[in-house]
């Protein structure tokens, strides 16, 4: 169930024909494989890291600081991870919360549900924002789905 | 002149000296801890911190095979089976543990799981880490704060900046004190019940790798501290030696103004290691990650040289943005030297080659434009066909290497261990050519350790807690020299 101060942003479930746990060991590298604007990653401890993420807006590129935190990780059945965005000095915020779920289905193949959910979205953030960050996180299922495909 | 006197002494103070030092405290014996290094803790705040440990007997099996037949089996079973309560030690220690199972692609080159999956029984194990907060520090500093105030609750003495240089024995035969230079001073100093050597390994012993290593040079991640006291010690003292040629060996890049070297990782594919010819050998992100040095160590007897010393690490600007090439978690640079997140820094000094084409790289580290071309060009085309022919590499691991710019750094065989050491039996006892153990003589860690081949991730300072416990009790349990 969705809190009441969480918002969909993007929801995708798809089929790869291949074993969970091969889907599973390449999902956080296609994760990242498919933030090209993602920068500058520093290992802060087992769960957490921080980076930079440049994302286009329009004509625009916007630097946001990311703090990225494993909330799940349950190999291979769930991945969960919390994404801390800032950007503008702070105007823009966003937490989100990205969760895929992987469940076997027949014939050696893998559903996987992917969500992710804006969390304390500020207002100028909702304004000016939703839209795109909906979009973005639309396009990132997208390219996660047709990398596993092709990687399975 | 016996100018002091304990009842067991033990020569080192990183993981398992302190291990045995809490042991034999805490059964009874007056304990003192040798340490040549300004500072105690050895290699264990600069580990990657993971402690292996098995969840089956089971593993004993897998622990043969990587060894090759060469350690026996009773030593294993011993060490398995104490190992497996290694998360209990550290909870009566009062630390608490978290299994390490990060996110790969946030840890590159730290192995979660088996080094060898492909090995029966690989399964039977986890890696645990000492949980913490990030205000802590790693999981290595994390174990050592553990060790250091238990070293402080107990009040057992740690003299520093003392080199020992001899161990002595009496007239039966029996180790009974060493010979010591706390700062320069000569003294004596006398164990009634025994003495440890828990000093580690030879890392930054040139003339033992040189004679032992087959890879020429290599470099070391840890302590300068580690330069091999222990095997001269021992050596003098009648031990035999075993495991002389095993080193668990990564890749890392050596800057002259750092004594120690970086180990170097990659948060992005777009990749390739090449010889001094321009051309790959190897499935780049396939080789265990303790394993490089066997790798690189191939030596041309044709050209006579070993054409992979320096291999050069080419890279595109993905792998140049995506994060640093160090990522300061682990080895004796940590805290001396923070790579700049997005390796701008190292490029300003010089450490990482960067150049507007292929051609220009190829000539600025004097490898041959043709052949680098040609070997990017390869590679390249291996990605779009999501195929590695030659290598092998798994297609997931496949990203071209594009520009605008182009990078290379050299990098090196660099130590994370030294396996070689005094041979010990399952109770820790040194033993001398013969077999027979060395009265009153004792070792654990990395020091002669039970490793005989492949590198088991973990296995250092799983073997310090359990060989430092062993040697602890059975050095207090010892008669009194009286």
Excluded at chain 2, 121 to 134: A, F, P, Q
Aim: with cysteine; net charge neutral; proline share 5%.
């Amino acid at each position: 169930m969705v809190a009441m101060t969480e918002e969909i942003l993007s929801q995708r479930k798809f089929t790869i024909d291949a074993s969970q746990e091969r889907v599973w060991n390449l999902l956080g590298k296609v994760i990242f494989d498919s933030l090209p604007g993602l920068e500058r990653i520093q290992i802060r401890d087992q769960d957490r890291f921080g980076a930079l993420l440049r994302v286009k807006v329009g004509f625009i590129t916007l630097n946001m600081d990311v703090s990225g935190e494993m909330v799940d990780l349950s190999p291979p059945q769930s991945l969960a991870i919390v994404l801390y965005l800032k950007g503008m000095w702070g105007m823009f915020r966003l937490n989100q919360r990205v969760i895929f779920a992987l469940s076997s289905v027949n014939h050696g193949k893998t559903a996987v549900t992917s969500k992710a959910l804006g969390e304390k979205l500020g207002f100028l953030f909702r304004i000016i924002f939703m839209r795109k960050a909906k979009s973005f996180a639309h396009d990132i299922f997208r390219s996660i789905e047709e990398r596993l495909k092709q990687l399975a | 002149m016996q100018d002091i006197e304990c009842d067991v002494l033990i020569v080192g103070a990183g993981t398992s000296g302190s291990v045995a030092a809490i042991t034999a405290h805490d059964d009874g014996a007056r304990v003192l801890v040798l340490e040549k290094m300004p500072v105690a803790g050895g290699n264990c705040p600069i580990t990657g911190g993971n402690i292996l440990t098995p969840t089956k007997m089971e593993f004993v099996d897998y622990l043969e095979t990587l060894s090759f037949k060469t350690t026996d089996r009773d030593i294993l079973e011993t060490f398995v089976k104490a190992a497996m309560d290694n998360a209990e030690w550290i909870r009566k220690m009062g630390g608490e543990v978290v299994v390490f199972n990060p996110l790969q692609v946030t840890h590159p080159g730290l192995e979660a799981g088996p080094g060898f999956p492909q090995v029966k029984h690989s399964e039977c194990m986890v890696k645990y880490n000492v949980k913490g907060t990030e205000d802590e520090g790693p999981p290595g500093q994390r174990l050592w704060n553990l060790l250091k105030t238990n070293l402080e609750q107990r009040s057992i003495e740690i003299m520093t900046n003392t080199d020992v240089k001899e161990i002595v024995k009496n007239h039966k035969g029996e180790v009974c004190g060493v010979v010591a230079e706390p700062r320069g001073k000569r003294v004596s100093m006398k164990s009634k019940k025994a003495v440890i050597l828990a000093c580690g390994g030879y890392e930054n012993d040139p003339a033992t790798k040189w004679d032992f290593y087959p890879a020429k040079p290599i470099h070391s991640l840890g302590s300068p501290g580690s330069t091999g006291d222990g095997i001269r010690l021992g050596q003098k003292a009648g031990a035999a030696l075993w495991h002389m040629t095993n080193m668990a060996s990564t890749i890392g890049f050596k800057a002259p103004e750092y004594e120690a070297a970086f180990s170097i990782c990659f948060f992005s594919e777009d990749f390739i290691y090449v010889d001094r010819y321009g051309k790959r050998y190897i499935d780049e992100i396939g080789v265990e990650v303790h394993e490089f040095g066997r790798e690189m160590s191939y030596f041309d007897t044709r050209r006579i040289e070993y054409p992979r010393i320096p291999t050069w690490a080419i890279f595109g600007e993905q792998a140049r943005r995506r994060g640093p090439l160090n990522t300061g978690t682990v080895g004796y640079n940590r805290t001396l030297y923070t790579w700049s997140p997005d390796n701008s820094a190292e490029i300003a000094k010089g450490w990482i080659i960067q150049a507007k084409t292929i051609a220009e790289l190829a000539n600025k580290i004097s490898v041959e434009e043709v052949n680098l071309e040609n070997t990017i060009k390869k590679y390249n085309e291996s990605c779009k066909l999501g195929k590695d022919p030659e290598f092998g590499r798994a297609k997931e691991n496949l990203m071209a290497i594009e520009g605008p710019l182009y990078y290379a750094i050299p990098i090196w065989p660099v130590l994370y261990c030294t396996q070689g050491g005094p041979r010990r039996d399952k109770d820790a006892r040194v033993l001398d050519p013969d077999g027979e153990p060395i009265p009153r003589l004792y070792e654990a860690g990395e020091l002669g350790s039970i490793t005989g081949g492949l590198y088991q991730g973990g296995n250092s300072l799983a073997e310090c807690i359990v060989f430092g416990q062993i040697a602890g009790r059975n050095a207090a349990a010892e008669k009194s020299l009286d």
